[in-house]
Structure formats: structure tokens, C-alpha cells
């Protein structure tokens, strides 16, 4: 028995790529722009901004994706994601890949609409980032095998059209610089993910729509926007 008072939430878990285990995941963390959007803007020399979804914003990357409610701009932004294995403080950059577990592919949705006028007002960007289903995920492929990325593709196409297209090399700041950012401001959890940044040419999904996206050799993604 329990003493509970209400039934506790099931746990969230991202399945392992080519098996039945499964990832729980614990919290989700996601990095600000970290991606050149225009040839010629100057490279920043600030860490981005990072923000939060909950885990329950975690779904699966397949299957239907239901608009959300209270938004006209409702925005994919394909993301390498990272799944920690071991958690820390203060990580050290270059012992920062010792706590990945593992690699996905990921869509940080977005209610652009309700984040435009978050950031003129000065307001929290929950409700443009934090909705249900805002954090769709691939299954996760172990760093033990796939190594970890420093380049390859990672692209999103909508009804067959590409609208974003780069280069995890592109990355403005390394997920090992992403690591030791994150540690230094919260201890870093088994189960905790990293969103780490879209790259140009993020864009608004119409119901019917379906989405195909990737990272080259950690996975593959396809939704269809309910
Ligand atoms: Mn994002």
C-alpha cells in the first residue's frame, strides 16, 4: 500500500534505440539560440539563455502531434538532444562527455506567438515552451555506440520541403560547454535531458502537416500535426 493521497504520475521514460530498455527521464533543459541563424551575424561571446520544459512535456517522436491550444504561431525547432547519464556540479568541459548517456533527436516545440510577447513584456516563456506534448523525442541511442557527435547533419523537412537544414558542427557552443554551463548553475541529474539549440529556419506548422526530421547516424523522426 501507499500513502499517497493521490495516485503518483507515471514515470516518463524514452525508449533505448533497438531494445526494451527505457531512459526515465527526469528533468528537461533546454538551450537558447546556439546556431549562426545569418551569415553574418557576429559569433556571441555569452552563453546562451537556458530554460526548462517539464518531463511530462516528453512524448515519443512519432505518430500525431496535436496543435496546442492558445496560440497562431505554432513553431518546430528540430534539436540534437542529450540524455545524462551521470549527474555532477561544476563539471569539467572536458570531462563533460563522461556524463552523457546517450544521444536523441528532438523537437523543442514552440508557441512563438506567446514568446514574442513574453520577451517584450519581460514575462516567463513557460507558456510559449512548457505546454503538453512540447518536447517530442526520439529513442535514444547509446554513446557507448554511437560515439559522441561533433558533426553531421541535422535537418527538418515539412511535407517533404526542407525548412531547416545544418550542421552539428555549426553548434555556436559544444554540448560539452552546454554540460558545464548547466552544472555550474543546478547539479546536474541521472535523467536529466539537454535541448541543445535549433538552428535557422524554424517555422509554423499547420494542422496536416507532417514533419520529418533527423540527426545524421543518432536518429530519425516523422509526426504528423494533428
Ligand atoms: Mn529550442
Given at each position: 500500500m501507499t500513502d499517497f493521497v493521490i495516485a503518483p504520475a507515471a514515470p516518463v521514460a524514452l525508449q533505448v534505440a533497438g531494445t526494451a530498455a527505457r531512459f526515465p527521464v527526469h528533468r528537461v533543459f533546454c538551450i537558447g539560440r546556439n546556431y549562426p541563424w545569418s551569415a553574418d551575424e557576429p559569433r556571441p561571446t555569452a552563453m546562451p539563455a537556458w530554460f526548462m520544459k517539464p518531463a511530462s512535456a516528453v512524448v515519443p517522436a512519432h505518430g500525431v502531434l496535436p496543435v496546442p491550444p492558445g496560440t497562431e504561431d505554432f513553431c518546430h525547432e528540430i534539436e540534437l538532444v542529450v540524455a545524462i547519464g551521470r549527474g555532477g556540479r561544476d563539471i569539467d568541459p572536458a570531462q563533460a562527455e563522461a556524463h552523457v548517456w546517450g544521444y536523441a533527436a528532438g523537437l523543442d516545440l514552440t508557441r512563438r506567438d506567446l514568446q514574442q510577447q513574453a520577451k517584450r513584456v519581460g514575462g516567463p516563456w513557460e507558456p510559449a515552451k512548457a505546454f503538453d506534448h512540447s518536447a517530442p523525442c526520439t529513442p535514444l541511442a547509446r554513446a557507448s555506440q554511437c560515439g559522441?557527435?561533433?558533426?553531421?547533419?541535422?535537418?527538418?523537412?515539412?511535407?517533404?520541403?526542407?525548412?531547416?537544414?545544418?550542421?552539428?558542427?555549426?553548434?555556436?557552443?559544444?554540448?560539452?560547454?552546454?554540460?558545464?554551463?548547466?552544472?555550474?548553475?543546478?547539479?546536474?541529474?541521472?535523467?536529466?535531458?539537454?535541448?541543445?539549440?535549433?538552428?535557422?529556419?524554424?517555422?509554423?506548422?499547420?494542422?496536416?502537416?507532417?514533419?520529418?526530421?533527423?540527426?545524421?547516424?543518432?536518429?530519425?523522426?516523422?509526426?504528423?500535426?494533428?
Open positions: 559522441h557527435p561533433r558533426s553531421g547533419a541535422i535537418w527538418l523537412a515539412v511535407n517533404g520541403v526542407d525548412r531547416q537544414c545544418a550542421d552539428l558542427a555549426d553548434l555556436l557552443w559544444p554540448v560539452s560547454a552546454l554540460i558545464a554551463m548547466l552544472s555550474r548553475s543546478v547539479a546536474l541529474q541521472p535523467g536529466d535531458l539537454v535541448f541543445t539549440g535549433t538552428p535557422a529556419g524554424v517555422g509554423a506548422l499547420r494542422s496536416g502537416d507532417r514533419i520529418t526530421a533527423g540527426v545524421a547516424g543518432i536518429a530519425e523522426l516523422g509526426m504528423t500535426v494533428a
